[in-house]
T-cell receptor, first 117, second 113 residues
Framework: RKEVEQDPGPFNVPEGATVAFNCTYSNSASQSFFWYRQDCRKEPKLLMSVYSSGNEDGRFTAQLNRASQYISLLIRDSKLSDSATYLCVVNDFNAFSPRGGADGLTFGKGTHLIIQP | DAGVTQSPTHLIKTRGQQVTLRCSPISGHKSVSWYQQVLGQGPQFIFQYYEKEERGRGNFPDRFSARQFPNYSSELNVNALLLGDSALYLC????????????FGSGTRLTVV
């Protein structure tokens, strides 16, 4: 069974602080990796893709360690608007499946972040 | 440009009934996938369609079925509804390369009573 594990939190962090999220995934054949953000009662929205070389988008930095099957997200100078649930997501595209296609996205349960003023 | 659109936004059904949920992908996207999200959990994969063919199926009973139309829109059908089917049903579209991020619609919130 393919699994993505995250600390559910909640993480209560003062505004301006740096916060780090981690997740692990079980399928070593996973192809691509993402962090999504989900606000209460809304749909998940793509925050950033995650590459082995690491990637940065403004205050957000994501890192992938394929050997350890570990994904991280760092948020610097946190804002009140960063309060949300952060979902670690793995794409298990399987080129060798009978249908030669997708096994869908596997989501972690999400980490709830609360930024306090 | 319109994003992923889903209808209806909310739905209340009774146990044993059948429901059909609809999704239109982003213009130019040929792949649509469906996810179920219950409260406090991450979304769970149900189906993926590409070019009107089923390309992936999650661990859901046969009561769940879907199809994709020539215009790449999709329907998710659930028969013999159970209380446990109450959830947010999300549709996502992606470009031909499954490896890139998926864009989600705002979902259909289904309540089974």
């Amino acid at each position: 069974r393919k699994e993505v594990e995250q600390d559910p939190g909640p993480f209560n962090v003062p505004e301006g602080a740096t916060v780090a999220f981690n997740c692990t995934y079980s399928n070593s054949a996973s192809q691509s990796f993402f962090w999504y953000r989900q606000d209460c009662r809304k749909e998940p929205k793509l925050l950033m893709s995650v590459y082995s070389s690491g990637n940065e988008d403004g205050r957000f930095t994501a890192q992938l360690n394929r050997a350890s099957q570990y994904i991280s997200l760092l948020i610097r100078d946190s804002k009140l608007s960063d309060s949300a649930t952060y979902l670690c997501v793995v794409n298990d595209f399987n080129a060798f499946s009978p249908r030669g296609g997708a096994d869908g996205l596997t989501f972690g349960k999400g980490t709830h972040l609360i930024i306090q003023p | 440009d319109a994003g992923v659109t889903q209808s209806p936004t909310h739905l209340i059904k009774t146990r044993g009934q059948q429901v059909t949920l609809r999704c239109s992908p982003i213009s130019g996207h040929k792949s649509v996938s469906w996810y179920q999200q219950v409260l406090g959990q991450g979304p769970q994969f149900i189906f993926q369609y590409y070019e009107k063919e089923e390309r992936g199926r999650g661990n859901f009973p046969d009561r769940f079925s879907a199809r994709q139309f020539p215009n790449y829109s999709s329907e998710l059908n659930v028969n013999a509804l159970l209380l446990g089917d109450s959830a947010l049903y999300l549709c996502a579209s992606t470009s031909t390369d499954f490896l890139y991020g998926y864009t989600f619609g705002s979902g259909t919130r289904l309540t089974v009573v």
